[in-house]
């Protein structure tokens, strides 16, 4: 069966949806690979690695012909209509924003797999590209954060004089918030964390972070299959309130919060971020998905002044954080994928099987139909 694989059209994308190493995997299942040519250029792999693995390089894929297309980013709906009914496709959906190309797979009778939509259980660990691609993002907020600080992270005890650490508070210790406190504290911060999802202090401390205990009703918090459920607006305005002292007290802020499905909450106000010390530097991961910080700007520096008139605070809306280190994201996202798609295959033939709970979950539209919940209901 053919499987094909695109250079990423989306501006600001660098990835791509296989590497050599999965090419070799895939075909030693027996599949047949069609990639076109230059799309492992961003991420270091040339054309030629991809033919030694066995891999038929082309100018230009005709989707309509492939029996799977495999990519990064949400495809759009002109590419989704293109596909051959009952051709299956793998990658990154976004189903909650992505409502015109969810319509066009279930249309076009495509069999789509959304990544995100893969239960995190732990068999499912090899194909989490939430968590692979988390990890890539979380360890670069740190890497934006320091490019930007004017000072040292690290202690400095010199003859010269003594440098103190710098102080960093990251909101949110999921898969990248705890990346970011490991970095972090491996560039010789002092790091301090808060989550609303009580289960996350163990993580923070194990990584040698202090948790910030907001005292907020933690039952409240906990949502269904280990994340986050909004909190009440009362509860959100406290976690602010409560925040304030310790926003104003850090040096490098980074915010990862998130709910599943929904709008990132507000954890920190404008009035917040001018209450750090001049100098300080704000980095929102969750930007893209409306952000944690207030008049944030996705892909975009702003200079906050500081309420004590003595210069700004960066306040960084961080976009497409992953493409930023394409080689090892596409190497993890790579893996992810194959992983999927192998799960799927049995003596060359991919045939899901939709009685595996893996597979089943992770099927956005399967003949013609909508399968995530979620998303059928916002399709009406
Ligand atoms: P996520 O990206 O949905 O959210 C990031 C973090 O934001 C979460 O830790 C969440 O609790 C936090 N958050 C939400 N609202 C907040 C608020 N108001 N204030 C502060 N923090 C807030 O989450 P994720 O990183 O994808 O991980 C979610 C959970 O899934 C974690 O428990 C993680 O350990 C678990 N997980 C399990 C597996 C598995 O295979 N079993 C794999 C990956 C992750």
Redesign the pocket.
């Known amino acids: 069966m053919k499987v094909g694989i695109e250079r990423e059209r989306r501006a600001g994308e660098r990835r791509v949806a296989a590497t050599a190493e999965t090419v070799a995997q895939l075909v030693a299942l027996g599949l047949q690979i069609e990639i076109e040519a230059g799309a492992g250029t961003e991420s270091g792999i040339a054309d030629v690695a991809y033919a030694d693995a066995g891999a038929r390089v082309v100018p230009q894929l005709q989707l309509s012909e492939l029996d799977v297309y495999l990519h990064v980013r949400p495809l759009t709906p002109e590419v989704a209509a293109t596909l051959a009914p009952g051709s299956i496709s793998i990658g990154l959906g976004s189903p909650a924003t992505e409502l015109p190309t969810v319509a066009a797979l279930a249309d076009a009778q495509v069999t789509a797999f959304a990544l995100e939509l893969v239960p995190?259980?732990?068999r499912?660990?090899s194909m989490?590209a939430?968590?692979s691609q988390?990890l890539v993002a979380g360890y670069r907020t740190v890497i934006e954060a320091a490019t930007r600080y004017p000072r040292f992270f690290p202690l400095y005890m010199t003859a010269a004089g003594t440098i103190p650490p710098a102080r960093v508070l990251v909101?949110?210790?999921?898969?990248?918030?705890?990346q970011a406190i490991g970095t972090a504290k491996r560039l010789g911060a002092r790091v301090f964390a808060?989550?609303?999802?009580p289960?996350?202090a163990d993580?923070v401390r194990s990584l040698g972070g202090t948790f910030i205990d907001l005292d907020l009703d933690a039952a409240a918090?906990e949502g269904t299959?280990?994340?986050?459920?909004?909190?009440s607006e009362d509860r959100?305005v406290r976690?602010r309130e409560l925040l304030a002292p310790h926003v104003a007290a850090s040096d490098v802020l980074i915010t990862?919060?998130?709910?599943?499905g929904r709008a990132a909450?507000l954890?920190v106000t404008r009035e917040m971020i001018a209450g750090m010390r001049a100098g300080s530097v704000v980095i929102d991961l969750a930007a893209e998905s409306g952000g944690?910080v207030e008049g944030v700007v996705s892909g975009q520096d702003l200079l906050v002044p500081t309420a004590a008139g003595d210069g700004h605070v960066t306040l960084v809306g961080l976009k497409d954080a992953a493409s930023t280190m394409p080689s090892d994201a596409s190497r993890l996202y790579a893996k992810n994928v194959a992983n999927l798609l192998a799960l799927m295959t049995v003596d060359g033939q991919v045939a899901p099987d939709f009685d595996d709970e893996v597979i089943a979950g992770a099927c956005l539209t399967r003949a013609g139909a909508v399968l995530h919940e979620p998303t059928a209901v916002a399709l009406g």
């Open positions: 995190r259980i732990s499912a660990q989490d939430l968590s988390a909101l949110g210790a999921g898969v990248a918030g705890l808060n989550d609303v999802r289960a996350s993580e918090a299959g280990g994340y986050a459920r909004a909190l959100a976690q990862t919060a998130a709910i599943p909450p954890l944690n």
